[in-house]
């Protein structure tokens, strides 16, 4: 464990080191899969082997009842564009060394994405084998996908499900055609709250004789923004980590919430409010409607909104301004963002009085607000 966090701290170390770096490259990750998976071996211990038949299918329903094949429509769909075909399968694995040791607070989730497809009367094998792998404790995450073609190693059995196994770092040479680094991609960019992206469709899956999601559940997460859940990307220390925050909101209580990602489900019919929370759905729209205010017209037009940074490591969570210098397109909504969220139209900017009254209802002090504007200037933000 102790090892472990001392490579932790030296990777978010150079993470700060880089960030002041003028010459910065595209991306930091290596070159090859396997380059990759060294540089996360003292982290997170070695990616699992994958063998897609040993995982859980993730169940695909139509009208309440499994379904299998290429489907017109089902209840479930993943809502990522892949439609809706059957025989996805998840698999977690506690973390382990090369030697085999435990790393208890380690997980790693692989999923096979079958997004198969039938042409001309012939099934297409389609789709990918993903790795995500999360050390609980100091946040390091690492991402690991397979290219669209994964017939050399996947095939699909007569109700769709996928098998077949995956080469694993003792050929690197196979590890590196099954698999790549993110490179220029971000994959904060749909797993903007955490490493693990929860829907219907993901958490049909449980695992064998539980009601437990095969995709595990973070904790909890800390009200104080600076201890909260930690979260960074090896490798990914160009990435845009931000997320809005708003105190006392109420879809912030559990998890933060990514809004690029609201909006992609959103796009594919999911709506938050249809769903969240769990147990109310609809309660907090007040609440979410306050969320896609700031994303929308920003924080400098929304009192009591701020964009956060996790902690990750030993570094605390904090507010970040005009001036965190990766910020991406995928965190600024565009148009089409807007229209999904019924604010297409710019609003009219807030008066000076108007914004002291919004200040005033909902809650912030006198001193709090003049607080605000002495940062400010003009009204706006510095």
């Known amino acids: 464990m102790a090892s472990r966090l001392i490579s932790c701290a030296l990777f978010v170390l150079a993470f700060a080191a880089n960030a002041d770096d003028d010459a910065k490259p595209a991306h930091l990750f290596p070159a090859s899969a396997f380059e990759f998976a060294k540089l996360v071996e003292p982290i997170l211990g070695v990616p699992p082997k994958v063998d897609l038949s040993n995982g859980v299918e993730i169940p695909m329903y139509k009208d309440g009842e499994i379904a299998y094949g290429v489907l017109e429509r089902c209840d479930n769909p993943s809502r990522l564009g892949k439609g809706c075909v059957s025989g996805s399968v998840l698999e977690r694995f506690e973390g382990r060394t090369r030697s085999g040791e435990r790393l208890p607070d380690v997980v790693w989730v692989s999923f096979g994405r079958n997004a198969s497809f039938e042409r001309d009367g012939k099934l297409q094998v389609f789709g990918s084998v993903q790795m995500i792998g999360y050390d609980e404790v100091t946040g390091a995450t690492a991402f690991f996908e397979s290219s669209d073609a994964i017939a050399p190693w996947v095939t699909l059995d007569d109700q769709y499900r996928m098998h077949g196994e995956l080469p694993w770092i003792d050929d690197p040479d196979g590890f590196n055609r099954a698999f790549r680094t993110p490179q220029t991609t971000q994959c904060v960019e749909c797993h903007q709250n955490d490493p693990f992206i929860h829907s219907d469709f993901i958490d049909?899956?449980?695992?064998?004789?539980?009601?437990?999601p095969v995709v595990p559940?973070?904790?909890?997460?800390d009200r104080d923004m600076e201890y909260d859940l930690p979260y960074f990307a090896i490798g990914g220390d160009r990435w845009d980590m931000r997320t809005i925050h708003i105190d006392s909101n109420g879809c912030l209580e559990c998890h933060r919430i990514g809004m690029s990602t609201a909006a992609l489900f959103m796009s594919s019919g999911w709506h938050p409010n249809d769903h969240m929370p769990p147990n109310k759905p609809g309660s907090l729209a007040q609440d979410f409607d306050e969320l896609l205010s700031c994303w929308t017209d920003g924080p400098d037009e929304t009192p009591g909104c701020d964009w956060v940074i996790p902690p990750a490591g030993n570094e605390l969570g904090r507010i970040v301004g005009d001036d965190y210098p990766f910020r991406a397109a995928f965190n600024e909504p565009t148009e089409r963002h807007k229209s999904l969220t019924g604010r297409a139209s710019a609003r009219t900017p807030m008066s000076r009085d108007d914004l002291?009254?919004?200040?005033?209802?909902?809650?912030?002090?006198?001193?709090?607000i003049d607080e605000y504007f002495a940062k400010t200037k003009n009204g706006e933000k510095d």
Do not use: F
Request: hydrophobic share 40%; proline share 4%.
């Open 204 to 212: 049909a899956a449980k695992l064998p004789g539980t009601d437990e």
């Open 217 to 221: 559940e973070i904790r909890t997460r």
């Open 356 to 368: 002291v009254q919004a200040m005033r209802a909902k809650g912030m002090s006198q001193a709090a």
